[in-house]
């Protein structure tokens, strides 16, 4: 027999398996609704509702209408993305899992501190309420403290 007269077993079994892994990584393995990637949790209020997000450790979000937090809480960090609208930490210190929120290119790291962020149409606000938060956008790094506000373009 000749290897010319058409394409080989193998060969079909390799484009099945081409076809079949990423179907099943889509149906499996993907996010479901409500998560985002990374194990991240998607929250998010609508106009008049605000919400109220208790941590175990003592952290609370408080949630104002029209926003949406991701959250993702594991034994080694605390982590928070703020997608937009308005969110107002109070962050209880625990030095095995350190409290980090981002908004776009923007991070900061609390420890037991309250503060007050807001992004709305790329444009960050934040205030810090109580304590002290570690903040590092776009080359910049600043300690900021109790009664301390900045404005960032993102």
């Known amino acids: 027999m000749s290897a010319a007269l ?4 193998s060969l079909y079994a390799a484009i099945a398996l ?3 892994i990423p179907l099943f990584v889509f149906l499996f393995l993907s996010p479901k609704q409500g998560e985002t990637s990374a194990g991240m949790d998607s ?3 609508a106009a008049g509702e605000v919400r ?3 941590i175990e450790g003592g952290s609370k979000i408080q949630l104002s209408e029209n926003s949406q937090i991701s959250l993702r809480i594991s034994d080694d960090q605390q982590r928070v993305r703020l997608v937009t609208g308005e969110a107002t930490f109070v962050v209880m210190e625990d030095p095995l ?3 980090w929120v981002q908004a776009g290119d923007f991070r900061l790291r609390a420890a037991t501190s309250a503060f007050r962020m807001t992004l709305l ?3 960050l606000t934040l205030q ?4 002290s938060v570690r903040a590092q956008w776009t080359g910049n790094a ?3 403290t109790a009664g301390e506000r900045i404005l960032i373009d993102l």
Do not use: C, H, N, Y
């Open 18 to 20: 081409l076809i079949a």
């Open 128 to 131: 810090v309420l109580e304590g």
């Open 97 to 99: 899992r350190p409290f």
């Open 121 to 123: 149409d790329k444009q």
């Open 142 to 144: 600043q300690t900021l």
């Open 43 to 45: 929250i998010s209020t």
């Open 52 to 54: 109220s997000i208790a």
């Open 6 to 9: 058409g394409p080989s077993r």
